[in-house]
């Protein structure tokens, strides 16, 4: 028994157990939940599209530029997809590959960043907690840009921490430290444009003003460092204005990054203060710890190492909840450094009771207990309310993920912390694989697009179909289908010219209320024929929906024009 503990102890230990708890938590699910509405199959569209043309300056979503957001997450998609994938098929974890990859990347890094500024203890404890990290988990799962986008801020902030915390050293050589952190802002600066520069920068500021130290930063080595960031971030920038005219910066600045600042998009709004009310949802379970260390963090705030997380948090969290759109995935580049101060506050608590704050112990373990209910009970009640059934398996791990949170707050009591981290790590397990494992792959009615598709395959007539959808226009539809093309008209009457324009290989996809268009079409092409129904619950519009597959009466396989259609 002592040579396993000897054994775990050890850098390679941990590393394996930092590894096989990563994994646990991050790679259930990412085979078998369906591309998840809007923004995933947009992402993984995009970059299909990229492999397919060749082109890796211009993004494109079917015929519409996707000028949003850099190129750079695509790059890794369809590097993902092309050594991991098969280029034929449409599936979507490929895609995902450089989210998860990155979300483990993020524990391991904020790993090296704990033992770097508290010591070897801070650092595993620090590591367990963000790999618990519900948001985290969740982007871990999405073909999205928010896990990469952390990983990159964390490895630029990881450089200049490394910087900082050597600026009283005068033989420190921090050149490839330097490099290193310019390196990092140039691959973010190609994944989300000014955002990872706005979080580094209101760190570096923070610092200064606090410190009023100026003579460390010869040490980031910014004038050969600047210039490498452009080498790395500038050619695709010039690129894509050369080749959108400059449309690129107006959408990507003026509306996704000034317009999300001052307005509010798609009513994705909140008031100040939106993001702290998310944090213990966000960071569960490791919210408990964070709540717990807020004594430690005040009475140590001078101390280099906070003062360095809390510069990394507070301006950038300003921002955040002063912007005029807020959604939660905002803030995950911050979390790494809530899970440094929550893993010091609870490395140096030692065997305190209550962290030595009864009436704060109360109250963090109210909202903690609340928020990790909501996250436990959630896929059993959806899953009961749009399947009508919970399974045993389900049940149990719920069950036992409930008992986990009770043991939590009971060691706390106790003052067994260590035992306290090692059973909310076992408890987000348990809640990962019930979540993405069990619960979300279990909800067929959510996931209408693959039955859609299956339909759609089932009902063709040609090798490669026209399907039109007027009143469905989930991306994930786009995505999935690899038989035709699924086009989406903006008016009744070029949804009928599209219907008009191949008849025999044209199926219609019609709601239940699509009565205007479905007369527009048939006016237009002719008698439809019902073909096939599929019901579900749209996610994203709150409704119910049923739709119908039809085909036009005269390219019935039975009909005059039959001949026509294979």
Known sequence: MSQIKTALSSKRGMALLFLILTLTLFFPGQMTIPPIDRD?????????????????????????????????????????????????????????????????????????VGALLFGALTGRYAAALIACCLLLGVE???????????????????SLAKIYMSRDTRAANTNWWAALFWASLGFGILLKGPIPLMIVSGTILAL????????????????????????????????????????????????????????????????????????PLVFWPGSLFAILAAPFVWLERKTPAVRFCLAWILPAWLIFELSGTKLPHYTLPLMPAIALLAA?????????RFYG????????????????????IAP????????????PLAMALAGLAMAGMVGVLILIGLGRLRHALIVTATTAALAAINLYQVGIPSLQTLF??????????????????????????????VFLYERGRIFYPDTLEEAAQNVVAEP?????????????????????????????????????????????????HSASPTGPRADQSR
């Open 208 to 279: 200064v003003l606090i410190e009023r130290r100026f003579a460390w930063l010869g040490k980031v080595k910014p004038i050969w460092g600047a210039p490498l960031m452009l080498a790395i971030a500038a050619p695709w920038y010039i690129a894509i204005g050369i080749s959108t005219n400059g449309e690129f910066f107006r959408t990507a600045l003026g509306y996704n990054v000034v317009g999300k600042l001052t307005q509010t998009h798609q009513q994705h709004g909140g008031s100040p203060g939106y993001h702290l009310a998310l944090m």
């Open 504 to 552: 025999p290989c044209a199926l219609i996809l019609a709601q239940s209320n699509d009565d205007e268009f479905l007369h527009v079409v048939t006016e237009a092409a002719g008698p439809l024929e019902p073909l096939a129904e599929v019901t579900g619950f749209n996610h994203n519009e709150g409704d119910e929906l049923v739709l119908t597959v039809y085909r036009l």
């Open 380 to 391: 059993l009640a959806l899953t009961y309310r749009l399947e009508h059934v919970i399974t």
């Open 448 to 477: 209408m697009s693959p039955r859609i598709v299956a339909a759609l395959n089932a009902n063709q007539l040609c090798a490669r179909t026209r399907v039109v959808s007027f009143s469905y226009r989930e991306p994930s539809l």
């Open 40 to 112: 995933e199959p947009r992402f993984a569209q995009a970059s299909r599209q990229m492999l397919e043309s060749g082109d890796f300056v211009d993004v494109r979503y079917q015929d519409t530029p996707r000028n949003l957001q850099p190129a750079g997450i695509y790059w890794l998609q369809v590097a993902a997809v092309s050594v991991f994938g098969d280029a034929d098929t449409r599936e979507i974890w490929p895609h995902r590959m450089p989210s998860w990859l990155s979300a483990i990347g993020v524990v391991f890094l904020t790993w090296w």
């Open 357 to 376: 704050r009864p009436w704060l112990f109360a109250f963090a373990a109210l909202i903690w207990f609340v928020a990790g209910a909501g996250v436990i």
């Open 344 to 352: 010091a506050g609870l490395a140096h608590a030692g065997s305190r």
């Open 140 to 158: 871990a799962h999405i073909a999205k840009i928010d896990a990469t986008l952390c990983f990159a801020v964390l490895l630029a902030q990881a």
